[in-house]
């Protein structure tokens, strides 16, 4: 992020706080709040990719977010969904692909202060040791978690999740055998290989363009309790529990305060459907009023 972007990103969020903090309010008295899910990717000593968070701000966003939220699991996050009530703000913890320095110093530090996380890990990555292709792509290839890694976090009591076999975009994916083969195969890979089941699946990219309705039923036909998207919605009390929505964690902490303390700009968007074009948000749904 430049300086410039910096400052004006700084200004908007000291400048639209008050508001926010009213929302806030608002929807907690109305027992609509939101509840945010943030997806990490990698933390680690270097900057290696765009998207790597350094050890060190890590954990000042993991203070932050214990200051001001319940850090909760996403069997937590479902539960409230369906209850169709949460007065109380609520974040939840989840790191996609599966990269062997999240064990360094990140893992180590939700398992030591106890908060709920879900790794979403791609299937052949961990099972062959292979770094990821968007990394190949960079030329920074970087090592993904050995199984010991992963069946250590499991028994330290991280949930395990899928995140497809080859990290593929299966909005693109209508050959059934190859789409079951990313959302069931991999499970069962990974299942076998870990000794958890896999009760979540995370899209890889996770934008509406990277899903489908057909990837969703099968999901849901194999037995996961929910799918995670990446495109940066909400998840509001009354919303189907199968869906739960991310948000990216970004490296720059300030752009993370905004995103979780409900940033206007992204209540406009729509829930995905299955369809090209998503529902869009009722105002009604969003102004924290029941209905
Ligand atoms: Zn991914």
Same mark, same amino acid.
């Given at each position: 992020?430049?300086?410039?972007k910096?400052?004006?990103?700084?200004a908007?969020?000291h400048?639209?706080?008050p508001a926010?903090?009213a929302?806030r309010?608002?929807?907690?008295?109305a027992g609509?709040?939101?509840?945010?899910?943030?997806f990490?990717?990698?933390v680690a000593?270097?900057r290696a990719?765009?998207?790597?968070?350094?050890?060190?701000?890590?954990?000042?966003?993991?203070?932050?977010?214990?200051?001001?939220?319940?850090l909760?699991?996403l069997?937590e996050?479902?539960r409230?969904m369906r209850?169709?009530h949460?007065h109380?703000p609520?974040?939840?913890?989840?790191f996609d692909?599966?990269y062997?320095?999240?064990?360094?110093e990140?893992?180590?530090?939700l398992?030591?202060?106890?908060?709920?996380?879900?790794?979403?890990?791609?299937a052949r990555?961990?099972?062959?040791?292979l770094p990821?292709?968007?990394d190949?792509?960079? +030329?920074?290839?970087?090592?993904p978690?050995?199984l010991?890694?992963l069946r @250590?976090? /499991?028994? #330290?009591?991280?949930?395990?999740?899928?995140?497809?076999?080859t990290?593929?975009?299966?909005?693109?994916l209508t050959d059934l055998?190859?789409l079951?083969?990313?959302?069931?195969?991999?499970?069962?890979?990974?299942?076998d290989?870990?000794?958890?089941?896999?009760r979540?699946f995370a899209?890889?990219f996770?934008?509406?363009?990277?899903?489908?309705?057909?990837?969703f039923?099968?999901?849901r036909?194999a037995?996961y309790?929910?799918v995670c998207?990446?495109?940066?919605?909400?998840?509001?009390?009354?919303?189907?529990?199968f869906?739960?929505?991310?948000?990216?964690?970004d490296?720059?902490?300030?752009r993370?305060?905004?995103?979780t303390t409900?940033?206007?700009?992204?209540l +406009?968007?729509?829930?995905y459907?299955?369809?090209?074009?998503?529902?869009? @948000?009722? /105002?009604a #749904?969003?102004s924290?009023?029941?209905?």
């Amino acid at each position: 992020m430049s300086p410039w972007k910096r400052l004006l990103l700084n200004a908007y969020y000291h400048g639209t706080l008050p508001a926010r903090w009213a929302r806030r309010r608002a929807y907690a008295l109305a027992g609509r709040m939101p509840v945010v899910v943030l997806f990490y990717h990698r933390v680690a000593g270097d900057r290696a990719n765009e998207w790597t968070i350094s050890d060190r701000t890590f954990a000042r966003q993991i203070r932050w977010l214990k200051r001001h939220f319940n850090l909760i699991s996403l069997s937590e996050v479902q539960r409230i969904m369906r209850s169709g009530h949460n007065h109380r703000p609520c974040a939840s913890i989840t790191f996609d692909d599966g990269y062997a320095d999240n064990c360094h110093e990140a893992i180590p530090l939700l398992v030591k202060e106890r908060i709920p996380c879900t790794y979403f890990v791609t299937a052949r990555n961990v099972l062959e040791g292979l770094p990821f292709p968007h990394d190949v792509a960079l +030329g920074r290839p970087l090592p993904p978690n050995s199984l010991e890694q992963l069946r @250590a976090m /499991a028994d #330290a009591g991280i949930e395990m999740g899928a995140h497809t076999f080859t990290h593929a975009d299966l909005g693109k994916l209508t050959d059934l055998e190859k789409l079951r083969y990313e959302v069931v195969t991999a499970a069962d890979a990974l299942a076998d290989a870990i000794g958890r089941p896999m009760r979540y699946f995370a899209f890889p990219f996770g934008m509406q363009r990277n899903m489908s309705l057909l990837a969703f039923q099968m999901a849901r036909k194999a037995g996961y309790e929910a799918v995670c998207s990446a495109y940066g919605g909400y998840n509001f009390p009354g919303d189907d529990a199968f869906h739960i929505q991310r948000v990216a964690a970004d490296p720059w902490t300030i752009r993370l305060k905004n995103w979780t303390t409900i940033d206007p700009r992204k209540l +406009g968007i729509g829930r995905y459907d299955g369809l090209a074009n998503h529902k869009p @948000a009722t /105002a009604a #749904a969003r102004s924290g009023k029941t209905q």
